[in-house]
């Protein structure tokens, strides 16, 4: 169990272009997930923690009006990057961890987004 | 000083080999522990959980020392499969689930 889907898995598209980057929770519920953002040989940086129902908490440096979150259900949480530019092109991982589950526990990993703007 | 501190590698082994790897992190307040694993262009897999009296998991070994912050893992026995990015993963202080990834330790098993 605890199966997280992450859709897409790729996208290319122009500069300017919005994208929607969506993480599903299919066999568990999740009151919180979290997502990060990983460059080219860096290391995974969490960017918000999105919490169902409630505002997402944005990390220092990232702009919340330049990544949209919604965590509309318990078992679905959406990233948009508005107007991507090509230094938006990042591998973004989403994960979740199970209602009730306490922070000793690991969490869950999508499979990533691989997003490329040209 | 960065949360999570890795020795980025890459470590070429051969076969058979042990290898350690070692982790610092910063916040004395964290209270969860992790190794994960990564191939490339991929997601980060659990490899374990660490825990305070050391814990062990088929031929890999963690360890942590809470009192010098610091995290370590071995791998005996090394694997061609084996080979991959390890990311030393602590979580962060006073933000419950919300995690802090290490750059990770690159091996390379080779025949």
């Known amino acids: 169990g605890a199966v997280v889907s992450q859709h897409p898995s790729w996208v290319i598209c122009k500069s300017g272009t919005s994208v929607k980057i969506e993480c599903r929770s299919l066999d568990f519920q999740a009151t919180t997930m979290f997502w990060y953002r990983q460059f080219p040989k860096q290391s995974l940086m969490l960017m918000a923690t999105s919490n169902e129902g409630s505002k997402a908490t944005y990390e220092q440096g990232v702009e919340k009006d330049k990544f949209l979150i919604n965590h509309a259900s318990l078992t679905l949480s959406t990233l948009t990057v508005t107007s991507a530019h090509p230094e938006d092109s990042s591998f973004y991982i989403c994960s979740a961890t199970k209602t009730g589950e306490d922070s000793n526990q690991p969490q869950h990993f999508g499979d990533g987004t691989r997003l490329s703007i040209l | 000083r960065k949360e999570v501190e890795q020795d980025p590698g890459p470590f070429n082994v051969p076969e058979g080999a042990t290898v350690a790897f070692n982790c610092t992190y910063s916040?004395?307040?964290?209270?969860?522990f992790f190794w994960y694993r990564q191939d490339c262009r991929k997601e980060p897999k659990l490899l374990m959980s660490?825990?305070?009296s050391g814990n062990e998991d088929g031929r890999f070994t963690a360890q942590l020392n809470r009192a010098s912050q610091y995290i370590s893992l071995l791998i005996r026995d090394s694997k061609l499969s084996d080979s991959a990015t390890y990311l030393c993963?602590?979580?962060?202080?006073?933000?419950?689930?919300?995690?802090?990834f290490g750059k990770g330790t690159s091996l390379l098993v080779t025949p």
């Open positions: 660490v825990y305070s």
């Open positions: 916040n004395s307040a964290s209270q969860s």
């Open positions: 993963v602590v979580n962060k202080a006073n933000s419950g689930y919300a995690l802090n």
